[in-house]
Nanobody, 123 residues
């Protein structure tokens, strides 16, 4: 059983930065791509970013390119999402998830999900 636990969310002002972390259990972390999604109230879950398993290729949705950076530390079984220049429209619950596909932009291609961490950006 794989468990993913996100942390690092919070309430910030527009223009601020946050770094989300996702800690994974298990010994096969480095064999899987990882992704971040977000869901704002009343909206569908949205793909944010993905990172490949070994060579750390990265992929972003257009709205976060140049502001967000995904990275991973395989020995620590952790994936990060550095979010800079935050905007009120980035407000959402952020989820990390695991996939056998890279880059996977649809949630159906992810098999394990974390519980989410709230990010709120005030204007």
């Amino acid at each position: 059983q794989v468990q993913l636990v996100e942390s690092g969310g919070g309430l910030v002002q527009a223009g601020d930065s946050l770094r989300l972390s996702c800690a994974a259990s298990g010994r096969t972390f480095s064999r899987y791509a990882m992704g971040w999604f977000r869901q704002a109230p009343g909206q569908e879950r949205e793909f944010v970013s993905a990172i490949s398993w070994s060579d750390s290729r990265t992929y972003y949705t257009d709205s976060v390119k140049g502001r967000f950076t995904i990275s991973r530390d395989n020995p620590k079984n952790t994936v990060y999402l550095q979010m800079n220049s935050l905007k009120p429209e980035d407000t959402a619950v952020y989820y990390c998830a695991r996939s056998s596909i890279y880059p996977a932009t649809k949630g159906v291609n992810y098999d394990y999900w974390g519980q989410g961490t709230q990010v709120t950006v005030s204007s």
